[in-house]
């Protein structure tokens, strides 16, 4: 045997014996004397429970914003489509009211497509067409039939980081963006950096 090969062998019987003798933080990768709670994982249900602030947006999240915008609408006898996107602009759900006009979600859609591709809220947009019409034409130009540039979209953040937007479209002028916001407050307790 060469010399390599013994120390193999010998620090295979070392940990070998560890193990056998009770040392089972071997096994885990755990480091002796480290605190208990290091070293504990959260149990099952817990851990099941938390959203990683990393992760896309989930479909239960986009639930819960759209379930908080229609029940500031439904609290006020409204009608409205809501649509909400993930960060890529792609459509993860969307509702139409019973009662609201049919194109309702394609115009709540459109917000919150231009103001995930842009990264503000659609009410800052659109001034656009008075301060900076070479931009705001601009963008229409690139995404042609997608956007909508009126209030009522906004971006969707968690810790600064954009993961989707909110669309609603069909309340009165200056409405959409307070059922948004009704939905972001939903959305909140769901994930630590929600709507910051």
Do not use: C
Not at 46 to 61: K, N, R, Y
Not at 113 to 128: G, H, I, N, Y
Request: a neutral charge; hydrophobic letters at 45%; proline letters at 6%.
């Amino acid at each position: 045997m060469t010399g390599n090969g013994r120390l193999t062998f010998v620090a295979g019987l070392v940990v070998g014996l560890a193990l056998a003798v009770g040392a089972p933080w071997l096994a885990s990768g755990a480091v002796p004397g480290g605190s208990a709670a290091a070293q504990a994982a959260p149990p099952a249900e817990v851990a099941a429970q938390q959203i990683d602030p990393g992760a896309p947006l989930s479909l239960a999240e986009a639930r819960a914003i759209i379930d908080g915008a229609i029940g500031r609408a439904r609290a006020r006898n409204q009608r409205m489509g809501v649509a909400v996107l993930d960060e890529g602009g792609h459509v993860i759900s969307q509702d139409r009211m019973d009662g609201a006009a049919f194109n309702q979600v394609q115009y709540a859609t459109g917000k919150a497509f231009a103001a995930v591709m842009q990264r503000q809220k659609t009410a800052d947009l659109a001034t656009l067409l008075d301060t900076r019409p070479d931009r705001y034409y601009g963008i229409m130009g690139m995404y042609p039939g997608q956007v909508y540039l009126v209030q009522g979209g906004q971006p969707l953040t968690v810790s600064g980081r954009v993961v989707g937007a909110a669309g609603v479209a069909g309340l009165p002028q200056g409405e959409d963006d307070q059922a948004v916001e009704a939905g972001i407050a939903a959305w909140r307790p769901m994930r630590a950096g929600a709507g910051q």
